[in-house]
């Protein structure tokens, strides 16, 4: 097959089989691929730079709230991951250990980090002494592996790339603040970078993180309809810092252990921009993520056209360079088959110069979102173009949201509820009675889970009984399908 064919040729439409699209848009648009060692992947240029950008941004948030960069070891001792007793239990199916060390058997098995709370909290406890030591704000950028059985590019793979910040503070109280204040770092990012909306809220008892108090998460609703929990925030209360002995001596001279908190979002975020905005033509990145916002595709017939062109291609890059991220697709392939590369790629803006806009002394673009053309004088283009890319990112969010608020349902039936999951797609937003016996006979029915019990609870509380057990409704829970 010649290699215009294998990029131009038709993606599957995601009505049709959207698993599939995904996973033929992730390959086509060189994001990711197959490793040797099963579950696990490569990530290629084109998804590492969506991954630094990703890692920019949220970095930056980070260190607003005062947050600092650090780094742990990959290998955690057997007797650190077996200290919290509720931590072990909850990841033991996922861990992958290292027993041998060159020719010798290790006197003590190293878990390959699938989380760093007990490898950090063994580092907190020689780091505190006392309350003038507190808070220490913590995070780290690195792998983890978990054994996954079923595996997909991005959303689910043996190792993934994070990151995971760890927190000590003198009270739970504190370290409730600071588990929420990262939550909205999620949602922040997740909204207004990510251009994806989110659901916040709280998680139930049987999903909230292994050893923690409480856990926090954005939900968002993909293309096909299933959920995909996009950042998680734990209080870890007191757990991990009775199990490491993470103690202080506070101002009234008792020692009093330490509230934790941890905090992570993964490369699953790449999964999520790739099925919230993606269409039958490929990719669509939000401008703030995209490795390259604007391509420009030189047009030419002729000797003559093409030293024309490339003159005022060279012009505008000048022009553009340090305010927008450009690239310039000098192949030698057709105007045609570059038209469809960059739009499978979903760079967000196409911009085309031939002979005629040299004339013009102007530039054609293209948005990738809604395929809108306009020609623009080349000297309004410093001042159009950023324009420009901040409208194709809040239109993008917005598109995002109406999905997002067209399937999300509410019921007060089971049966109805049963028919929306199996028949439709989406959230389902329901009265609920904390109930986990019933959260599970639900999830076996239906293989729906509770994403969140979402913060925007009725003013006055919720009223009226559990759409499945009948009970007085404590709040209101979202459940879906999910990734």
Excluded at 375 to 391: G, I, Q, R
Excluded at 469 to 474: D, E, H, L, V, Y
Aim: net charge negative.
């Amino acid at each position: 097959m010649a290699d215009e064919d294998r990029y131009v040729e038709d993606i599957i439409d995601q009505d049709d089989n959207f698993s599939q699209w995904y996973n033929q848009v992730v390959r086509k648009a060189e994001l990711a691929d197959y490793a040797p060692v099963r579950g696990c992947m490569i990530i290629r240029p084109y998804g590492y730079a969506i991954w630094e950008n990703i890692q920019r941004f949220m970095d930056a948030r980070f260190k607003e709230t005062g947050v600092l960069n650090a780094y742990f070891p990959l290998l955690i001792p057997r007797s650190f991951i077996e200290k919290e007793a509720e931590h072990i239990e909850g990841f033991a199916p996922e861990l992958a250990w290292v027993t041998r060390g060159g020719n010798e058997e290790l006197e003590e098995p190293l878990a390959i980090r699938p989380t760093s709370e007990t490898i950090i909290g063994h580092s907190f406890a020689k780091w505190v002494k006392s309350y003038r030591d507190l808070p220490i704000l913590l995070n780290q950028w690195n792998n983890v592996v978990r054994w996954e059985k079923r595996t997909t590019l991005f959303l689910r793979t043996s190792e993934f790339l994070w990151q995971e910040g760890h927190t000590a503070h003198r009270t739970i109280e504190e370290a409730e603040e600071r588990t929420l204040m990262m939550l909205e770092v999620y949602r922040a990012f997740a909204e207004e970078d990510a251009a994806m909306p989110v659901i916040v809220g709280r998680k139930s008892e049987n999903e909230k993180f292994a050893g923690a108090l409480r856990t926090y998460a954005i939900e968002a609703l993909m293309g096909d309809g299933k959920a995909l929990q996009a950042g998680t925030s734990h209080n870890l209360g007191t757990n991990f810092a009775k199990s490491f002995a993470i103690q202080y001596l506070d101002a009234d001279g008792q020692r009093k252990y330490c509230a934790t908190t941890s905090w992570g979002a993964s490369t699953r975020l790449i999964g999520g921009v790739i099925m919230v905005h993606g269409d039958n033509a490929g990719l669509i990145l939000p401008p703030r993520l995209a490795p390259y916002q604007v391509v420009i595709v030189p047009i030419w017939r002729n000797d003559a056209e093409k030293t024309a062109v490339g003159a005022l291609v060279e012009r505008v890059e000048k022009m553009l360079k340090g305010k927008v991220r450009v690239k310039i697709d000098l192949s030698e392939n057709t105007p045609g088959w570059k038209f469809n590369e960059w739009e499978l790629r979903g760079v967000p803006v196409r911009m085309e110069i031939g002979p005629r806009d040299v004339k013009n002394n102007s530039v054609m673009l293209v948005r990738r979102d809604n395929r809108g053309r306009e020609s623009v004088p080349v000297e309004a283009l410093e001042t159009h173009l950023p324009t420009l890319l901040e409208e194709v990112q809040q239109a993008l969010f917005q598109r995002a949201k109406a999905f997002q608020d067209q399937n999300t349902h509410i019921t007060g039936s089971y049966e109805e509820f049963k028919q929306i999951i199996a028949e439709k797609r989406g959230f389902v937003r329901v009265k609920w009675a904390e109930d986990s016996a019933a959260e599970l006979a639900i999830k076996a029915e239906t293989k729906a889970t509770l994403r969140v019990i979402p913060f925007d609870q009725p003013e006055g509380g919720v009223k009226g009984k559990c759409f499945y057990t009948g009970k007085p409704a404590t709040c209101e829970a979202i459940f879906a399908r999910a990734y």
